[in-house]
């Protein structure tokens, strides 16, 4: 069976009052437990976030991005994830290699390791893209399960007033090679707008309920499509969007350059004299920037020199 590309799908049905996304995200989740190392379970939370983030990152404008922050109670202290209009993801744990044993289901213990907290969702104007600054909109809500997708539907719902339901998946599988991998993960978001009738949410609620684990569809071979069809039932859907997702960082060595030439100077000067150079890594995607003396000197005013 051929793997499904990363994938995301936005469509609507019912005339304009549901609108629905599904996505693969496999390997963008499998690249980001790769580039922090992080630990099964903590997989399972980050990827249903990142996964979570390119769901949401559909619905904005082209020139938005937003960012959902979990400010956690449990072990993995916390989670950050940023997603654009364009496919583009990335994030990470506070705390990537804390673990916890599976739960009494023999599924990973999200719950547990995310604990409770508040979940933040804020969108705003991509500046990187647009170069300007607008203030931003930040919603917020109490962690009320810790599964992440729940978590999520109650934001959506609560703090947007957009009656909505979500499911969130990842599976993993042993690996000889870096001791497991991502096999599976991927989601969907069905969403109702005023003027939906009851027939049509009692249904839509039936199907929803009744569709496999999202991982256990993208097992099956199942794309997008296919997921949201399975997900609504009865219903037809009209596709508006189809666009490949990817874990993508905005990170770089200039950005990383100018970070440090807006230092003061004696803050360069003691990097030189304590380290003989600067190393800065990215939270996002773990990337490291390196600079040795001379790359530092040359951020110095002109003239300057270490005292």
Same mark, same amino acid.
């Given at each position: 069976?051929?793997?499904? !590309?990363?994938? =995301?799908? %936005?469509?609507?049905? &019912?005339?304009?009052?549901?609108?629905?996304?599904?996505? $693969?995200?496999? +390997?963008?989740?499998?690249?980001?437990?790769?580039?922090?190392?992080?630990?099964?379970?903590?997989?399972?939370?980050?990827?249903?976030?990142?996964?979570?983030?390119?769901?949401?990152?559909?619905?904005?404008?082209?020139?938005?991005?937003?960012?959902?922050?979990?400010?956690?109670?449990?072990?993995?202290?916390?989670?950050?994830?940023?997603?654009?209009?364009?496919?583009?993801?990335?994030?990470?744990?506070?705390?990537?290699?804390?673990?916890?044993?599976?739960?009494?289901?023999?599924?990973?213990?999200?719950?547990?390791?995310?604990?409770?907290?508040?979940?933040?969702?804020?969108?705003?104007?991509?500046?990187? !893209?647009?170069? =300007?600054? %607008?203030?931003?909109? &930040?919603?917020?809500?109490?962690?009320?399960?810790?599964? $992440?997708?729940? +978590?999520?539907?109650?934001?959506?719902?609560?703090?947007?007033?957009?009656?909505?339901?979500?499911?969130?998946?990842?599976?993993?599988?042993?690996?000889?090679?870096?001791?497991?991998?991502?096999?599976?993960?991927?989601?969907?978001?069905?969403?109702?707008?005023?003027?939906?009738?009851?027939?049509?949410?009692?249904?839509?609620?039936?199907?929803?309920?009744?569709?496999?684990?999202?991982?256990?569809?993208?097992?099956?071979?199942?794309?997008?499509?296919?997921?949201?069809?399975?997900?609504?039932?009865?219903?037809?859907?009209?596709?508006?969007?189809?666009?490949?997702?990817?874990?993508?960082?905005?990170?770089?060595?200039?950005?990383?350059? %100018?970070?440090?030439?807006?230092?003061?100077?004696?803050?360069?000067?003691?990097?030189?004299?304590? +380290?003989?150079?600067?190393?800065?890594?990215?939270?996002?995607?773990?990337?490291?920037?390196?600079?040795?003396?001379?790359?530092?000197?040359?951020?110095?005013?002109?003239?300057?020199?270490?005292?």
């Amino acid at each position: 069976m051929e793997k499904s !590309r990363d994938l =995301l799908v %936005r469509a609507t049905a &019912c005339d304009g009052m549901v609108r629905c996304v599904a996505a $693969i995200t496999t +390997d963008l989740v499998d690249e980001a437990s790769r580039r922090h190392r992080a630990s099964p379970t903590v997989s399972a939370a980050l990827g249903r976030t990142l996964t979570a983030g390119v769901l949401l990152g559909s619905l904005l404008k082209d020139t938005e991005k937003v960012t959902i922050l979990l400010q956690c109670t449990g072990p993995i202290g916390g989670i950050t994830v940023e997603a654009d209009a364009h496919g583009n993801v990335r994030g990470y744990a506070k705390n990537p290699h804390v673990d916890l044993p599976l739960n009494e289901k023999k599924k990973f213990d999200v719950r547990g390791i995310v604990g409770g907290g508040m979940l933040y969702v804020l969108r705003e104007a991509d500046y990187y !893209r647009t170069g =300007l600054f %607008r203030d931003p909109y &930040c919603g917020s809500v109490p962690i009320v399960s810790g599964e $992440i997708a729940e +978590d999520v539907a109650y934001y959506l719902t609560q703090s947007e007033q957009i009656p909505s339901a979500v499911s969130l998946g990842v599976f993993v599988l042993p690996d000889d090679e870096r001791f497991f991998r991502v096999e599976a993960a991927g989601g969907f978001l069905i969403q109702t707008f005023p003027g939906v009738t009851n027939d049509v949410l009692r249904n839509l609620e039936a199907s929803v309920m009744a569709a496999p684990y999202v991982t256990e569809m993208i097992r099956q071979g199942m794309g997008p499509r296919e997921i949201l069809q399975t997900a609504l039932g009865e219903y037809a859907f009209e596709i508006l969007e189809e666009k490949d997702v990817r874990f993508a960082c905005t990170c770089s060595p200039e950005r990383a350059r %100018r970070i440090l030439a807006a230092l003061d100077p004696e803050e360069l000067r003691a990097m030189l004299r304590e +380290d003989g150079g600067a190393e800065m890594t990215c939270h996002f995607c773990n990337a490291t920037y390196r600079f040795d003396a001379e790359e530092l000197r040359a951020l110095l005013p002109e003239g300057d020199s270490i005292h």
